[in-house]
T-cell receptor, first 110, second 115 residues
Framework: EDQVTQSPEALRLQEGESSSLNCSYT??????LFWYRQDPGKGPEFLFT???AGEEKEKERLKATLTKKESFLHITAPKPEDSATYLC???????????FGAGTTVTVRA | DAGVIQSPRHEVTEMGQEVTLRCKPI?????LFWYRQTMMRGLELLIY????????DSGMPEDRFSAKMPNASFSTLKIQPSEPRDSAVYFC?????????????FGPGTRLTVL
């Protein structure tokens, strides 16, 4: 059965303290792996799509990487405004559905 | 662009009542997705449409749930009769299938509370 697992469930960081979030997946036929950010009371907001192992993408303090079994979202020198829930999702090559992990809630203290 | 528009933003109803949630996708998008988010189950896909045709409704929990997309700019998700366990945030998302890897744009959600 296809599965997406995110860890840790929650992460509390001091401002400037870099860290990484993990998204491991067991699927057959990956089309793409997506990262979204979700703020309380809002819908998920797109961050990145990764398509093949070895691919990396960056946006401000965020960097996403992909291997054949997992993806990492690295947060470098986070600021309080990076506090959010980060969701990863996989899309299979057979259709355009997204299957989401449970998310990692990141809290950055000033 | 206004983004994906959902209404109402909040809905409180009593068990047994009919609930209709509405979604207007981004103009030009040809795929539309309905999701439900709860603390217990996270974000789960209920149904998705491509070119107004339902493609996969395997996530619809039971016959009390139905969804329609009468045209490219409007979709509804109906629950009849509603039950307390239906309480959740319901999101609509749209995308251009085949482009940009099918990146989905989410609406602000409808928070449903069934008493």
């Amino acid at each position: 059965e296809d599965q997406v697992t995110q860890s840790p469930e929650a992460l509390r960081l001091q401002e400037g303290e870099s860290s990484s979030l993990n998204c491991s997946y067991t699927v057959s036929g990956l089309r793409g792996l997506f990262w979204y950010r979700q703020d309380p009371g809002k819908g998920p907001e797109f961050l990145f799509t990764l398509y093949s192992a070895g691919e990396e993408k960056e946006k401000e303090r965020l960097k996403a990487t992909l291997t054949k079994k997992e993806s990492f979202l690295h947060i470098t020198a986070p600021k309080p405004e990076d506090s959010a829930t980060y969701l990863c999702a996989v899309q299979l090559s057979i259709d355009y559905k997204l299957s989401f992990g449970a998310g990692t809630t990141v809290t950055v203290r000033a | 662009d206004a983004g994906v528009i959902q209404s109402p933003r909040h809905e409180v109803t009593e068990m047994g009542q009919e609930v209709t949630l509405r979604c207007k996708p981004i103009s030009g998008h040809n795929s539309l997705f309905w999701y439900r988010q709860t603390m217990m189950r996270g974000l789960e896909l209920l149904i998705y449409f491509n070119n107004n045709v339902p493609i996969d409704d395997s996530g619809m929990p039971e016959d009390r749930f139905s969804a329609k997309m009468p045209n490219a700019s409007f979709s509804t998700l109906k629950i009849q009769p509603s039950e307390p366990r239906d309480s959740a945030v319901y999101f609509c998302a749209s995308s251009i299938q085949g482009l940009a890897g099918g990146r989905q744009f989410f609406g602000p959600g409808t928070r449903l509370t069934v008493l």
